[in-house]
């Protein structure tokens, strides 16, 4: 799996899964989880554009 977190692609995959969970679960009660699903697949697409810019690669951020 190590290689997935590495491929823009793969994380480009999980920021389009995700945004599409996000968008069925808004019209629940679940506001917080559709907030960090959304901040999720920002996060992805921020990596996969970092990497596609051959900066960030391999790394991934530290909180």
Excluded: C, H
């Excluded at 290689?3 to 920021?15: I, L, Q």
């Excluded at 069925?24 to 901040?39: A, G, H, I, N």
């Excluded at 596609?52 to 951020?61: E, H, V």
Aim: aromatic content about 6%; glycine content about 6%.
């Amino acid at each position: 799996m190590d290689g997935a977190a590495n491929d823009p692609r793969m994380v480009r995959y999980v920021a389009e899964i995700t945004r599409r969970l996000a968008k069925m679960l808004s019209s629940t009660r679940y506001q917080m989880l559709v907030y960090f699903l959304e901040m999720t697949a920002v996060e992805a697409d921020s990596l996969a554009a970092d990497q596609d810019r051959g900066t960030g690669a391999g790394k991934l951020p530290r909180n």
